[in-house]
């Protein structure tokens, strides 16, 4: 039982620099989101994504563009990557977005240095 | 005003204590409500959904006031297990995405 998988699980990246963080999820769900969560903080929401094709902004999408080209991956990209984007962020999934369970993955620590 | 919010804690009790967290929320349109528990660096999991007859699973029983916009949770003879982050998430029916949690309550159970 796979559910989310997230990749890498840690990353360091130079101020300026680039990169892509991959979610797959096995479970066949419509949703899927990006959070941020910041030390002492909740999960904020970067992007979500209702469906195969479809990508929507959350709260807090400067910096951070996503694509869901397949329904099993939801990619994150960083593209001039800062400081300020040093976070733990999850990826989660969802069957639908009304009560019901998200599903979590193990999270990618960021730092930007 | 943060759409929802909690006692950040931290909550230190003993074994066998009963703890009860609250969370408010601001918006009244919000339709789902939940709590997840997060371990020390670990990801958020589902602890329970929180139903407007109120529910409990075990030691844990969840309530919900609409008319004065807060849920809470309530964990009777507490295990050091027990110890983590508790995040209260509130739902819009209306927009996929808007699943909004509260910053957490932190939890130690103490011997």
């Known amino acids: 039982n796979a559910g989310v998988t997230q990749t890498p699980k840690f990353r360091v990246l130079k101020t300026g620099q680039s990169m892509t963080l991959l979610c797959a999820q096995d479970?066949?769900?419509?949703?899927m989101y990006w959070y941020r969560q910041d030390p002492g903080m909740g999960l904020r929401l970067i992007h979500y994504?209702?469906?195969?094709?479809?990508?929507a902004k959350g709260e807090v999408p400067d910096g951070y563009n996503v694509s869901r080209l397949k329904k099993q991956n939801f990619l994150l990209g960083l593209e001039s990557a800062a400081p300020s984007q040093t976070s733990v962020y999850f990826c989660?999934?969802?069957?639908?977005?009304?009560?019901?369970?998200?599903?979590f993955g193990q999270g990618t620590r960021l730092t930007v240095v | 005003r943060k759409e929802v919010e909690q006692d950040p804690g931290p909550f230190n009790v003993p074994e066998g204590a009963t703890v009860a967290f609250n969370c408010t929320y601001s918006n009244s349109a919000s339709q789902s409500f939940f709590w997840y528990r997060q371990d020390c660096r670990k990801e958020p999991k589902l602890l329970m959904s929180v139903y407007s007859s109120g529910n409990e699973d075990g030691r844990f029983t969840a309530q919900l006031n609409r008319a004065s916009q807060y849920i809470s949770l309530l964990i009777r003879d507490s295990k050091l297990s027990d110890s983590a982050t508790y995040l209260c998430v509130v739902n819009m029916n209306t927009n996929a995405g808007k699943s909004t949690f509260g910053d957490g309550t932190t939890l130690t159970v103490k011997p």
């Open positions: 994504s209702v469906g195969e094709g479809t990508t």
């Open positions: 989660a999934s969802s069957y639908t977005g009304i009560n019901t369970e998200a599903f």
């Open positions: 479970m066949n769900h419509e949703y």
